[in-house]
């Protein structure tokens, strides 16, 4: 099978297509062909060698870590009758390949109303804005920052939050993507490269500052967002594309009020588990309440071409790879 293959940390050059063994199902486990896999943000950061504390990897080895597919064939203790079942699941890695195998217990059916395409845009990030959401609790009329609001997660998390009644301000770079996040339901929109935006937030809210922060970047930009948090308020930080997460004095959001919870603290918190978050967010999608973006599809081949594009921040929703593309 064809498969893209990591043989050495380094810049996007180094997402090659290579040839490897058809891989076999053992017990418990499925071969599914894919049809697409993600492609997330971290991917980037693990093939530069950036996150070795918390996502370790050794080269060689094939980059993806969920997909969508159809089983093609199983192990022994699987259930025959999945053959030919549209799925979505998780692989930890290998997910940029032709093929893989999984487990067959955290395959999640894809509903008949949705593409699988769009299935696959709410597999991870679908889940990480249900998470969000609860850990945000939005409420009517009350305003709520999106960093990053154009992305895989941001563009669901302001679609969310307007679904229960706040009011959204998008963040993000240029006009194209200010457009699109006003186009998902956010109020006002303000663009993170003019060095006033800041102001900006807190001229649309008259002052007082928004009630919830969902960050999405993170480094330099998620931390000067945490200033247009009101006292009381509440600050979530889950992303890492300015290079680190948001760093938060907890003195100072203890003498505000404001409760600020990083990525691994809301995953931590009680509640429904991962699968079950994802599926709520198809559910969510099935009725017409989600509406997920591809904003990019591309084959294998052109893997170092995605990564670039996430990397360049010029993207509109997700980043998807299509073996059969070409």
């Known amino acids: 099978?064809?498969?893209?293959?990591?043989?050495?940390f380094g810049g996007p050059g180094v997402l090659e297509v290579r040839t490897l063994p058809d891989p076999a199902p053992g017990p418990g486990e499925v071969l599914v062909e894919v049809t697409a896999a993600n492609v997330i943000f971290l991917d980037t950061l693990i093939r530069g060698g950036a996150a070795p504390d918390h996502f370790p990897q050794t080269p060689p080895y094939v980059p993806g870590g969920s997909v969508v597919g159809r089983v093609a064939s199983v192990g022994s203790g699987a259930d025959p009758a999945l053959v030919g079942e549209p799925?979505?699941?998780?692989?930890?890695?290998?997910?940029?390949?032709?093929?893989?195998?999984?487990?067959a217990e955290g395959l999640v059916r894809v509903p008949d109303e949705l593409r699988p395409l769009d299935a696959l845009a709410l597999l991870v990030d679908g889940a990480t804005a249900m998470m969000l959401e609860r850990s945000a609790r939005f409420a009517p009329d009350t305003w709520v920052l999106v960093l990053a609001a154009t992305g895989?997660?941001?563009?669901?998390?302001?679609?969310?939050?307007?679904?229960?009644?706040?009011?959204?301000?998008?963040?993000?770079?240029?006009?194209?993507?200010?457009?699109?996040?006003?186009?998902?339901?956010?109020?006002?929109?303000?663009?993170?490269?003019?060095?006033?935006?800041?102001?900006?937030?807190?001229?649309?809210?008259?002052?007082?500052?928004?009630?919830?922060?969902?960050?999405?970047?993170?480094?330099?930009?998620?931390?000067?967002?945490?200033?247009?948090?009101?006292?009381?308020?509440?600050?979530?930080?889950?992303?890492?594309?300015?290079?680190?997460?948001?760093?938060?004095?907890?003195?100072?959001a203890e003498r505000r009020g404001v409760t600020s919870l990083g990525l691994y603290e809301?995953?931590?918190?009680?509640?429904?588990?991962?699968?079950?978050?994802?599926?709520?967010?198809?559910?969510?999608?099935?009725?017409?309440?989600?509406?997920?973006?591809?904003?990019?599809?591309?084959?294998?081949?052109?893997?170092?071409?995605?990564h670039a594009a996430l990397e360049g921040r010029r993207v509109l929703g997700k980043v998807l790879l299509a073996p059969g593309d070409s």
């Not at 692989?91 to 487990?103: C, I, K």
């Not at 301000?169 to 800041?198: C, H, M, N, Q, T």
């Not at 200033?227 to 979530?236: C, I, K, T, W």
Request: hydrophobic share 45%; charged share 25%; proline share 4%.
């Open 87 to 103: 799925v979505l699941t998780l692989t930890e890695d290998g997910g940029y390949a032709e093929r893989v195998v999984v487990p």
């Open 152 to 252: 895989g997660a941001g563009s669901l998390v302001v679609q969310l939050a307007r679904l229960a009644g706040a009011r959204v301000i998008g963040a993000a770079r240029g006009v194209e993507k200010l457009e699109f996040a006003r186009s998902l339901g956010a109020e006002e929109v303000v663009d993170y490269s003019d060095p006033g935006w800041l102001d900006r937030v807190r001229s649309v809210t008259g002052g007082a500052g928004v009630d919830v922060v969902v960050d999405g970047v993170g480094g330099a930009l998620g931390t000067a967002s945490f200033g247009s948090v009101a006292d009381g308020g509440r600050f979530l930080s889950y992303g890492t594309a300015g290079g680190s997460f948001a760093e938060v004095d907890p003195a100072e």
């Open 266 to 306: 809301m995953r931590a918190r009680p509640g429904p588990d991962r699968s079950d978050l994802t599926r709520l967010a198809l559910e969510e999608a099935r009725a017409g309440h989600l509406r997920p973006h591809v904003g990019l599809t591309l084959p294998l081949e052109r893997a170092a071409e995605a």
């Open 1 to 8: 099978m064809r498969a893209v293959r990591v043989d050495a």
